[in-house]
């Protein structure tokens, strides 16, 4: 059983190897090109309401996923939606992490008194649709050609859950 813990600056190297194995993959939305640690930590911390960013360590000092509640948007009418992303390292999928780091990030979107959370994902693999329904999220939205993978501009997905 692993523990879940605040993302620190040194956990970003970690973090950004993990996401970048996705965009690789083709499988995020954070592409198209694979991000820096400086990158990565800036896109936690910016936006006009920085939120917060966890780590899963299977054992101690190994990172196994990570997730993130970010602004939505810069527009500070916004403010009380967050987006919600979740990485789990490739070899360290079904084991529940990314359940319980959206278990993680919901219970911290009630904390922090957010309205709704947005999760974006690509159509395929199918695996994500699935994840994002039984985790109570309902697909609100379909941006047609926007996510550059290789040759080819792939659809997003766009997922709501309400907290209120």
């Known amino acids: 059983m692993g523990a879940i813990r605040r993302l620190e600056p040194t956990d970003l190297p970690a973090a950004v190897r993990i996401c970048n194995a996705e965009i690789a993959r083709g499988g995020s939305t ?16 910016g936006g006009p309401r920085p939120l917060e960013s966890w780590v899963y360590e299977d054992t101690p000092g190994e990172l196994a996923g990570w997730g993130a509640l970010t602004s939505h948007t810069q527009r500070d009418i916004y403010d009380t939606i967050a987006e919600v992303a979740l ?20 219970g911290r979107a009630r904390a922090l008194e957010l309205r709704a ?17 039984r985790q109570g999220f309902r697909n609100v939205g379909w941006l047609k050609g926007v996510v ?7 659809d997003t997905l766009v997922f709501q859950r309400t907290l209120t």
């Open 148 to 154: 550059p993978v290789g040759a080819e501009w792939r």
């Open 30 to 45: 954070w592409g198209p090109v694979e991000l820096t640690a400086d990158q990565l930590g800036a896109r936690l911390s």
């Open 117 to 133: 959370l947005v999760v974006l994902v690509q159509p395929t693999p199918a695996f994500l649709i699935a994840w994002c329904v």
């Open 87 to 106: 990485f789990v390292d490739e070899p360290k999928r079904r084991h529940g992490i990314g359940r319980e780091l959206a278990q993680h990030a919901l």
